[in-house]
């Protein structure tokens, strides 16, 4: 019998299953040379990452970006994931994208406004599940 290994790499479909599977990631982008990094709610919608945002440095980020990473992940007390979206943010606009982004029901976690809707298109997806335990050979 052989051990689990601690770390295995998730396939796609899988790391689409997890990510929706929670609502709490962190967005990162740049201004300039300086990386940033913003915890944001979120919902997946048709194998996209969707985030409400307001007015500021996050929205301004993100939109002169070409590309941004988003993470998520999660953990019990035996083991872990983590899922890293690689993409294109886009800035939601239309009558039409505004209205399917609302059907995804994602509420703002905090009581501000935030009238803009922003949605990563993936180019890459990866995603990793860890099994906690000691080095190999502690005994």
Known sequence: MTPQSPVSVLG???SWQLLSSVTLG????????????????FVVQHRTVLFRTAEGTKLISTLFNDRVMFEADDHTGVGGWSVIVRGVPRLLETPEEIAEAERAQLLSWIATTKRRYVRIQP?????????FGGLPGDG
């Open 12 to 14: 796609e479909d899988e």
């Open 26 to 41: 962190r967005l990162v982008s740049t201004i300039g040379t300086r990386l940033e990094i913003f915890p944001v709610n």
């Open 123 to 131: 180019k890459e997806i990866s995603g990793r599940r860890f099994v």
